[in-house]
Every structure is written in C-alpha cells, then in structure tokens.
C-alpha cells in the first residue's frame, strides 16, 4: 500500500507564503547591483546551464543552502555572513519559498523570496547572462 502524507506541497507553501516576505519581479529587477543586495540562484547547475542566469547572483544549490548559510557548518560561506538583503530564486518560486521560510527560522533576515522565480524575472525584462558548460 502506498505511503500517505499527511501535509503536501500546497499546504507547505501556502503556510509559507503567510510568514515569508516576497519581492516582484520588478522590485527584484531595481535591486540588481545594489551593494548591499546578494541574489541567490538555488537551482540545479543544469538549470542555470540551460536557462542563464541572473548577473551576478550567487549560486547556492537547494540542498547545500543550511550548510553554506550556518556559519557552524564546515560548508559555511562567507556570503551568507554579510550584513546584506538576501533575495531567493529558483526557476518558478515554489523551491526558493520553501528555502526563504527555512532561511528565516534560521534566523537569517532580511530575506526574501522571488514570487514566480526566474520565470517571472525574465518575463519581466530582467537581464539574463548565460553560463558556459563545463
């Protein structure tokens, strides 16, 4: 017989939509290059291969992120140490909401996530590099 879960993706996100704070497209756009502002990319490499990426976004894999954030991991990176606003993306929203609320109860802020991902950041005009293969 087939496990059942008892809570699923769409409970877990919309329980965190309710404690994670969001940034637009748009918003997101107007704070590229800001020195104060680190844009973290936590899709799969072949993700950003295939797509492109945010210019000069940090890449942070989702299942690497609680390690390179807590400054006890042997992971640890110094980005994550900085005091600096921290914007989430992965390639629709879904996983980067999930990654924010964690990021949060760690007791990391500001973050936020990117509503829609690097779908919507394209969708809204912002610039895209492309990522040669290795």
């Known amino acids: ?11 877990l996100m919309a329980e965190a939509e309710a404690k994670v704070s ?13 020195p104060d502002v680190v844009i973290v990319d936590i899709r799969d490499p072949r993700e950003i291969q295939r797509e492109g ?22 992971y640890h990176k110094p980005v994550f140490a900085e005091d600096k ?12 909401l999930l990654a924010t609320e964690l990021l949060q109860r760690m007791g ?10 690097f779908g919507a950041w394209k969708e809204a005009g912002g610039p895209v590099e492309t990522v040669e293969h290795k």
């Not at 969001?22 to 800001?34: P, R, W």
């Not at 990391?108 to 991902?117: D, Q, S």
């Open 1 to 11: 017989m087939p496990q059942k879960i008892v809570v699923g993706h769409k409970q």
């Open 22 to 34: 969001q940034v637009s497209a748009a918003e997101a756009i107007a704070k590229l290059g800001q």
């Open 53 to 74: 990426r945010i210019p000069g976004s940090f890449h942070a894999p989702r299942g690497m992120l609680e390690f390179w954030v807590d400054p006890d991991s042997p």
């Open 85 to 96: 606003t921290f914007i989430l993306h992965c390639a629709s929203g879904w996983r980067s």
């Open 108 to 117: 990391m802020k500001p973050v936020f996530n990117l509503k829609g991902g």
